[in-house]
């Protein structure tokens, strides 16, 4: 089965900084997909950004990208000129590619990170 | 177009009763996941449903079931409550079934039992 690690439960950073969250993950597939999830206080979960792991390039959405180690297992988020809005609970999440396995079609979730953002 | 619904938004059971919640996917999408979020577990998956069929279950006892309509509206039951059934409920759908499409969440039903 597959693990999501997310090691950080808090982090801080200030209005404009950068902030980095970590998450490590556990499979054995070889095609499978990794996502970043914000869940602000409302509770909806919005994707931020995702990764193919057949891609060796890292993904980028405008303030946000990813640090996609594949033999590490590691998918870090970065998240450049914070802003308040940005404060939120954010989930690392994997989802296998490979059709008919018990685990095809679920979201895996880390425990998340809540993400403070200081003005 | 409009996004993911659920409804109820909230609901308050007693131990014993069963509840039923809804879930209405994004217009055309046919692929419907649950999960269930507590403080403790975090977010687990429940179960799939594509073109009205469980394509997938998590780890949940048959007390949580599911099932999907023909316009791919989707409910799901939970029978017999019991506390630590208290949880954040959210839904989420996709095109089609498959890690290639993306999973768009409903605001969730936060489901209160005493």
């Known amino acids: 089965a597959q693990t999501v690690t997310q090691s950080q439960p808090e982090m801080s950073v200030q209005e404009a900084e950068t902030v980095t969250l970590s998450c490590t993950y556990d499979?054995?597939?070889?095609?499978?997909?990794l996502f970043w999830y914000k869940q602000p206080p409302s509770r909806q979960m919005i994707l931020v950004i995702r990764?193919?792991?057949?891609?060796?390039q890292n993904a980028t959405e405008n303030r946000f990208s990813v640090n996609f180690q594949k033999a590490a297992k590691s998918f870090s988020l970065k998240i450049s000129d914070s802003q308040l809005g940005d404060a939120a609970m954010y989930f690392c999440?994997?989802?296998?590619?490979?059709?008919?396995?018990?685990?095809?079609?679920?979201?895996?979730f880390g425990q998340g990170t809540i993400l403070t953002v200081h003005p | 177009k409009a996004g993911v619904t659920q409804t109820p938004r909230y609901l308050i059971k007693t131990r014993g009763q069963q509840v039923t919640l809804s879930c209405s996917p994004i217009s055309g999408h046919r692929s419907v996941s649950w999960y269930q979020q507590t403080p403790g577990q975090g977010l687990q998956f429940l179960f799939e449903y594509f073109s009205e069929t469980q394509r997938n279950k998590g780890n949940f006892p048959g007390r949580f079931s599911g099932r999907q309509f023909s316009n791919s509206r989707s409910e799901m039951n939970v029978s017999t409550l019991e506390l630590g059934d208290s949880a954040l409920y959210l839904c989420a759908s996709s095109l089609r079934t498959g890690a290639v499409f993306e999973q768009y969440f409903g605001p969730g039903t936060r489901l209160t039992v005493t």
């Open positions: 499979t054995s597939e070889s095609d499978y997909y």
């Open positions: 999440a994997y989802r296998s590619g490979n059709a008919g396995g018990t685990s095809y079609g679920k979201l895996t």
């Open positions: 990764q193919e792991a057949y891609k060796q």
